[in-house]
């Protein structure tokens, strides 16, 4: 049998080791106190002349080198924050450097080999000082009258490196950089303070991964990726080579600047392979093959921030929420340390299958280059989790940095806490505050009264502090198709979005309590100012963002628990840490009031505005269409899924109503609701809940909000023609509602049927083995389990 050799410099488990062979027994480490003891009375001895330059006297030199300082302080790297989507796919990352720290395991064996081969050779036979090489670097240097030429360890290498990258000022940075024999002795004695502290394999992880690499790349990983487009631990001979051949002059070799810095970088990496070769970490063959071969960059692109993120509106929603909340830190400049610097991993919320639905939805019918900008949210009910924020712009800066451009620097479905505008008044959206409000105020779903033909709000109103807000000066009429007035219940007048109607709704309810409705469901303003507490507010006068009007939206789904708007729901810190980052909900409605919502706003899609749309399952919305035609809105939901949808003209919606208007190369007379947002919410949810089993909303408590009377309605109706068709969808709709008990209840006992099953089967088994039966001879009928359940 022949004994297994091993190439000169490498120990027995592939990891590098000296130029010299280590004796049988005695590690590498062996001796390393008094190594560093002798090497310091050394340093010393080899100091004598020079030293008395740096101001240190004759009578303490010795002293300078045995009586050792702390090791330098250790900050944590700078290193890359990571933001997962619901999957733990990447989708952007954040870095002051971009750094990615990883053990010495995950490094490859021929990485660590080059670059102690051409950094420091006898990096695991000293303890901190290479003698030879100090010796020959200061006669060099002492000739010379300053520093000339390096003698430096890999251990010095890395005291510069830490004193640098822990320099709190400028001064102190320059002072880790400064040419002089002063800072030389301070980094030689850190280096054997540090050689006592840790072992030599915990110091090349550390020099491994503080050094620049070039091209960006901080650390062994982070180059891996930048150059090769490859990881630390499947790094090859030629590539190991590259990598610790840049070390020394990460600029002069920068492959990202030209094929003159790669022609040089070559060099470098040719003469590690030279110096591998000579220490015998590899043959003078491999060296020669080796050098034959290409550089073979493959430079990967390590985008960082928002602009460069495939989902820029969502990165942004995170990042300023990471910044501006302290539950992620005290202070403004602590989270952004934490954000460039920490090396966390976020993971979101974002779903890629509802974001591509929305934002080809949304590019289905509008351009970027259109001054009309849509803009559309995507949150869970029930959690508050974001799923999708998507824009008809992309995100960026226009030439010039102009305001209608393809581009956008604002996060249009978002809040300007979050990146975004001054929003758009959100309509008749705001008409389903005033419903909840009636409807839990013990208003019936057919219930109203009759309106006329226009209404001045000049009684009656009140807002939140008791001050009257009546408006004698106003007089509201009703949108074109709402009609010229008439009779209108609670279901016919959200139906057809009758603007007199809920005006007199809401004058009947009150005002401030159809404020206090919408701020339990999340409602504030975009520009983050208080709420306009004024009898328009049921016609949306307030300006919003896609976000919250979805994520208030949601709570209906939900039934009636509102989760406030999350994009991140785990952060994990450097050391693998993870802290959960829980859902923040309320009970905002009574479950029933929900129901009952849900309920009229199921009408919408058969009986009003959006009628002849559907999903193919069970919503409810709401469409919303400003006076003047300024904005446009379609807001609605599943129990699975909420979106809002706004489109209005970003060089200013009063400037630029949606009146006779080119979109997405469509001609549109007037914008409403249910023209474009309807189509683009009706899309992208289809396509966003395409592989989700459908939810069906809960039925309504019909002794509770059935019923009710509104004079005249019914033979208005009649003369209309429309009670005869509305019977008919409503009894169609009933009988799903009645289909869906008897499979609830047929499914409910099948579940009991087995639980009991499951439960004499658990005790026959047990009884089983209290009576002693092998686990092959169960009785009949008996299922074994695991053995960890008999306590094992």
């Given at each position: 049998?022949?004994s297994?050799?091993?190439?000169l410099?490498?120990?027995?488990?592939?990891?590098?080791?000296g130029?010299?062979a280590v004796?049988r027994g005695?590690g590498?480490l062996a001796?390393?106190g008094?190594a560093?003891?002798?090497?310091?009375?050394?340093a010393?001895a080899i100091?004598?002349?020079?030293?008395g330059?740096?101001g240190i006297t004759?009578?303490?030199?010795t002293?300078?080198?045995t009586?050792?300082p702390s090791?330098p302080r250790?900050d944590?790297?700078?290193?890359?924050?990571?933001?997962?989507d619901?999957?733990?796919?990447?989708?952007?990352?954040f870095?002051?450097?971009n750094?990615?720290?990883?053990p010495?395991a995950?490094?490859?064996?021929?990485?660590r080999?080059a670059?102690?081969a051409?950094?420091?050779?006898?990096?695991?036979?000293h303890?901190g000082?290479d003698?030879?090489?100090?010796l020959?670097?200061l006669?060099?240097?002492t000739?010379?009258?300053?520093i000339?030429q390096?003698?430096?360890?890999l251990t010095?290498?890395l005291v510069?490196?830490m004193l640098v990258?822990?320099?709190?000022?400028?001064?102190e940075?320059?002072?880790a950089r400064?040419?002089?024999?002063?800072?030389?002795?301070?980094?030689?004695?850190?280096a054997?303070a540090?050689?006592?502290k840790?072992?030599k394999?915990?110091?090349?992880?550390?020099y491994?991964?503080i050094?620049y690499?070039?091209a960006?790349?901080f650390?062994v990983e982070a180059a891996?990726?930048?150059?090769?487009?490859t990881s630390?631990?499947?790094?090859?001979?030629?590539?190991?080579?590259t990598?610790a051949?840049a070390?020394r002059?990460?600029y002069?070799t920068?492959p990202?600047?030209?094929?003159?810095?790669r022609?040089?970088?070559?060099?470098?990496?040719d003469?590690?392979?030279?110096?591998?070769?000579?220490?015998?970490?590899?043959?003078?063959?491999?060296?020669?093959?080796a050098?034959?071969?290409?550089?073979?960059?493959r430079?990967r692109?390590e985008?960082?921030g928002?602009y460069e993120?495939?989902?820029?509106f969502?990165?942004?929603?995170?990042?300023?929420?990471?910044l501006?909340?302290p539950v992620?830190?005290?202070?403004?400049?602590?989270?952004?340390?934490r954000?460039?610097?920490?090396g966390?991993?976020?993971?979101?919320?974002?779903d890629?299958?509802?974001?591509?639905?929305?934002?080809q939805?949304i590019a289905?019918?509008?351009?970027p280059?259109?001054p009309?900008v849509?803009?559309?949210?995507?949150?869970?009910p029930?959690t508050?989790?974001?799923r999708?924020?998507?824009?008809?712009?992309?995100?960026g800066?226009?030439p010039?940095?102009?305001?209608?451009?393809?581009?956008?620097?604002?996060?249009?479905?978002a809040d300007?806490?979050?990146?975004g505008?001054?929003?758009?008044?959100?309509?008749?959206?705001?008409?389903?505050?005033?419903?909840?409000?009636?409807l839990?105020?013990?208003?019936?779903?057919?219930q109203?009264?009759?309106t006329?033909?226009s209404?001045?709000?000049?009684?009656g109103?009140?807002?939140?502090r008791g001050?009257?807000?009546?408006?004698?000066g106003?007089v509201?009429?009703?949108a074109?198709?709402e009609?010229?007035?008439?009779?209108?219940s609670i279901s016919t007048?959200?139906?057809?979005?009758?603007?007199i109607?809920?005006?007199?709704l809401?004058q009947?309810?009150?005002?401030?309590d159809?404020?206090?409705?919408?701020?339990?469901?999340?409602?504030?303003?975009?520009?983050?100012?208080?709420?306009?507490?004024v009898?328009?507010?049921?016609?949306?006068?307030n300006?919003?963002d896609?976000l919250?009007?979805?994520?208030?939206?949601a709570?209906f789904?939900?039934?009636g628990r509102?989760?406030?708007?999350?994009?991140?729901?785990?952060?994990?810190?450097?050391?693998?840490?993870?802290t959960?980052?829980?859902?923040s909900?309320s009970r905002?409605l009574e479950?029933e009031?929900?129901?009952a919502v849900?309920?009229?706003?199921?009408g919408?899609f058969?009986?009003?505005?959006?009628r002849?749309?559907?999903i193919?399952?069970d919503?409810?919305?709401?469409t919303?269409?400003?006076?003047?035609y300024?904005?446009a809105w379609?807001?609605?939901?599943?129990p699975?899924?909420a979106?809002?949808?706004?489109v209005?003209d970003?060089?200013?919606?009063?400037?630029y109503?949606?009146?006779?208007?080119?979109?997405g190369?469509?001609?549109?007379?007037?914008?409403?609701?249910a023209?474009?947002?309807?189509?683009?919410w009706?899309a992208?949810?289809?396509?966003?809940l395409?592989?989700?089993?459908a939810?069906?909303?809960?039925?309504p408590?019909?002794?509770?909000?059935?019923g009710g009377?509104?004079?005249?309605l019914?033979?208005?109706?009649?003369?209309?023609?429309?009670?005869?068709?509305?019977?008919?969808?409503?009894?169609?709709?009933?009988?799903?509602?009645g289909?869906?008990?008897?499979?609830?209840?047929?499914?409910?006992?099948r579940l009991n049927?087995w639980?009991?099953r499951?439960?004499?089967?658990?005790?026959d088994?047990?009884?089983a083995?209290?009576?002693?039966?092998p686990?092959?001879?169960?009785?009949?009928?008996?299922?074994?389990l695991p053995?960890?359940?008999?306590g094992r």
């Open positions: 049998m022949t297994r050799r091993f190439p410099g490498t120990r027995s488990d592939g990891s590098p080791g130029g010299r004796r005695v590498p001796g390393l008094a560093g003891v002798a090497g310091g009375v050394l010393a100091l004598l002349p020079v030293v330059g740096a004759v009578n303490n030199v002293k300078t080198f009586d050792l090791p250790e944590p790297l700078p290193q890359v924050t990571r933001l997962l619901r999957y733990g796919r990447q989708f952007a990352q870095y002051f450097q750094r990615t720290a990883v010495l995950e490094v490859a064996p021929v990485m080999q670059v102690v051409i950094e420091d050779a006898r990096f695991y036979e303890a000082l003698v030879k090489g100090t020959r670097a006669i060099t240097n000739q010379a009258g300053g000339r390096g003698g430096s360890s010095q290498q510069k490196n990258e822990g320099a709190e000022s400028e001064a940075r320059d002072r400064a040419p002089n024999l002063q800072r030389k002795i301070t980094e030689l004695r850190y054997l540090l050689e006592k840790y072992t394999d915990q110091i090349l992880e550390r491994l991964n050094n690499f070039g960006g790349a650390g891996a990726r930048r150059f090769f487009s630390a631990s499947r790094l090859t001979l030629t590539q190991a080579a990598l051949g070390v002059t990460p002069a920068d990202a600047l030209g094929e003159q810095r022609r040089r970088l070559k060099e470098r990496r003469l590690v392979l030279d110096r591998m070769a000579r220490v015998g970490n590899i043959t003078a063959a491999q060296a020669a093959e050098k034959r071969a290409p550089l073979g960059i430079m692109a985008p960082g928002c993120s495939k989902t820029p969502f990165c942004l929603y995170v990042q300023k929420e990471l501006a909340n992620f830190g005290h202070t403004r400049a602590e989270r952004e340390r954000l460039t610097r920490g966390l991993v976020l993971k979101t919320t974002l890629p299958v509802a974001q591509r639905a929305a934002e939805a289905a019918r509008v351009n280059e259109d009309q849509a803009a559309e949210a995507m949150v869970e029930g508050g989790k974001i999708a924020l998507a824009a008809s712009k992309r995100y800066r226009n010039k940095n102009k305001k209608d451009g393809p581009k956008t620097t604002y996060n249009l479905p300007s806490a979050h990146g505008g001054l929003g758009f008044q959100a309509g008749s959206t705001f008409k389903v505050f005033t419903l909840a409000t009636a839990s105020e013990g208003w019936r779903f057919d109203g009264f009759d006329p033909g209404f001045v709000p000049s009684q109103y009140r807002n939140c001050q009257r807000v009546n408006d004698p106003t509201i009429h009703n074109s198709g009609g010229t007035g008439g009779p209108h007048g959200t139906w057809r979005s009758v603007n109607f809920y005006m007199m809401e009947r309810v009150g005002l401030c159809v404020v206090n409705t919408a701020r339990k469901l999340g409602v504030t303003r975009a520009d983050g100012a208080e709420l306009r507490e009898p328009t507010f049921t016609l949306g006068v300006e919003m896609p919250t009007v979805a994520s208030a939206f709570a789904g939900a039934r509102y989760c406030r708007p999350m994009a991140i729901t785990e952060i994990v810190d450097q050391d693998g840490r993870a959960a980052v829980p859902p909900c905002a479950p009031v929900a129901d849900n309920h009229v706003l199921e919408v058969t009986e009003g505005t959006m002849g749309n559907s193919g399952r919503a409810a919305g709401k919303g269409t400003n006076n003047g300024t904005s379609f807001a609605g939901y599943t699975d899924l979106a809002a949808v706004s209005g970003i060089r200013g919606s009063y400037r109503p949606l009146r006779g208007v080119v979109i190369g469509d001609y549109y007379g007037s914008v409403q609701g023209s474009l947002p309807g189509p683009i009706v992208s949810m289809t396509a966003a395409r592989d989700t089993p939810t069906l909303f809960t039925a408590d019909m002794n509770r909000f059935g009377f509104t004079p005249g019914k033979e208005a109706e009649e003369e209309r023609g429309e009670g005869e068709g509305r019977d008919r969808r409503r009894g169609e709709r009933d009988d799903r509602f289909r869906y008990e008897r499979e609830r209840e047929e499914f409910r006992g049927r639980e009991r499951w439960r004499r089967e658990v005790a088994l047990f009884e083995r209290q009576q002693g039966y686990r092959e001879g169960y009785p009949r009928g008996v299922v074994p053995g960890d359940l008999f």
